[in-house]
């Protein structure tokens, strides 16, 4: 084994040990967000509600869906889930700026002039996806599949099932819209390039329906699509990106002067 190669298994270790302690202090952060978040959980549910939920039964105009809860502890515990996502959801920049934190110097070894624009740029995407999921996405999921009831179908939503539907999607859609700064990282260091992946969109088109396929909370087409779509989409993106940092990778190169 080259002494090269030593070096990189040792900073890959030390990573990994500063990724161990980041994540552990996240986790107090996550915590302690928790127990401040709690008391603020029905003002948060509400919203949440008020966002996709106010549609008119058709059994019974005027009167809104309702959520319900099926057993005894199912309201506190669902608060409980609610409060969770809430604090991870707040915690997400403090878990990035770990795992920069941890990772950067294997950057800095290959010649990353700026790895803090990673940090902004990851945190940037979460929550531009997540936001494109609470505003556009989620709300028209709901109402179209809300669409479907009749005067002999009413809806009976349980509390838990619907903050678990709506939190899957919005974590889902954050961690997503990662996907061009992941195939720009990947190609930085020179795991990927564009030929490869444009010789294999096939294969993008069938990974990003396994994804939405188990992202998704519920099993029908409509939603999974509502995924799968801009999931594919960002692959494209990322295709872009992975060619303007080839293009300027040789130029780079080209201005090198020869000996």
Known sequence: MSIEGIIDRGKILDSLERLRKGLLLSLCIFVLLGVVIFPFSKQLLRQLYETNLKVDLVAQPHAKVSLVAFTIPEAFFSLLKLTLFVSLFI????????????????FRLKKLRSPF?????????????????????????????????????????????YISFCTAFIFGFGLTFELPLILGLLSYIKVVNAAFLTRNRRYAILIAAIMAAVVTPTPDVFNMALMGAPLYVLFEVGVIVVKIIERKRSRAEGAVPTR
Do not use: D, E, N
């Not at 990035?96 to 941890?102: D, G, L, N, P, T």
């Open 91 to 106: 915690s997400m920049p403090f878990i990035f700026y770990q795992i920069w934190k941890a990772f950067a110097p294997l």
């Open 117 to 161: 624009v990673i940090f902004l740029t990851a945190i940037a995407l979460f929550y531009l996806g997540a936001a494109f999921c609470y505003f556009v996405t989620l709300p028209f999921g709901v109402q179209f599949l809300l669409g479907y009831q009749s005067a002999h179908i009413k809806p009976m939503i349980s509390v838990g099932t």
